[in-house]
């Protein structure tokens, strides 16, 4: 099994945050996949078909996860996950982006011309290199066909990524002078949650980043450094977003 985190061509750099690859896994017993809140829509492909809430897809189109959940595997796969920038979901695919916060889709269930034959192309592909230029080219693709401005959600969600404090939210708002109402209807239809679910998404995400890449001597390190007001306040919210607790996450090593 080869892990590679790839930095996405410029091309679709504005959309695209990263793409993971996970190469060559051979599957004795079920391979399990947890997948927990970072904040990011993403577009997931598998060579073989992957169980998650009861459906098995090749290709499935994620919105904003709260609630934690599994991808589940059973036979050899290379995987490939492009993680779009937090407001990329409703500019790119034209849906609702509250559709499918914890209701990850088929692709295929899109209009065609949403879809282009891409997963049949991508299972015909021989090569992993194959495999991505096409998911670049079928990005790409939406991107120019995008009539969506983005430039007030754009905004919002990276001032929030940058800074998830909690006086955040009055800071942004305030900066694009518009109403608390409009507000939520924007981060509703564009993000899919709240703007205050949308902050503790991320306070959580770069929090669980600095605790998986073990950048830490004690647990209230992490939560002083991004802004819990102790250790519990930290360890509620990783359970709440994960379904374990900090030290049981450790105890089954890293997972991207």
């Excluded at 904003?64 to 492009?82: G, H, K």
């Excluded at 034209?94 to 949403?114: C, F, Y």
């Excluded at 802004?227 to 977003?241: P, W």
Aim: charged share 20%.
């Amino acid at each position: 099994m080869k892990v590679s985190n790839l930095v996405p061509c410029e091309k679709i750099s504005n959309y695209v945050d990263r793409i993971l690859v996970i190469e060559d896994v051979l599957v004795t017993n079920p391979f399990t996949l947890p997948l927990y809140a970072n904040g990011a829509p993403t577009l997931l492909f598998q060579t073989a078909r992957g169980l998650i809430k009861n459906n098995t897809n090749n290709l499935t189109l994620f919105g904003q996860t709260v609630f934690p959940e599994t991808l589940t595997i059973r036979d050899n796969f290379t995987l490939i996950a492009y993680f779009f920038k937090p407001f990329a979901l409703f500019a790119l695919f034209g849906v609702s982006a509250r559709e499918l916060t914890d209701n990850p889709i088929d692709l295929n269930l899109l209009p065609a011309s949403k879809t282009g034959q891409l997963q049949e192309r991508l299972l015909n592909a021989t090569t992993t290199s194959a495999m991505l230029d096409l998911l670049n080219e079928y990005v790409f693709s939406l991107i120019t066909k995008s009539t969506v401005d983005s430039k007030l959600i754009r905004f919002a969600t990276q001032a929030i990524v940058q800074n998830a404090s909690k006086d955040a939210l009055i800071k942004v708002q305030k900066e694009l002078y518009i109403t608390e109402r409009s507000f939520q209807r924007l981060f509703e239809r564009n993000i899919g949650v709240a703007p205050s679910l949308f902050r503790r998404i991320w306070q959580f995400n770069n929090a669980f980043q600095q605790l998986n890449n073990r950048r830490f001597n004690k647990l209230t390190d992490i939560a002083f450094a991004h802004g819990y007001a102790d250790q519990s306040h930290f360890i509620r919210s990783f359970k709440e977003f994960t379904g374990i607790t900090p030290k049981e996450y450790l105890k089954f090593g890293q997972v991207e």
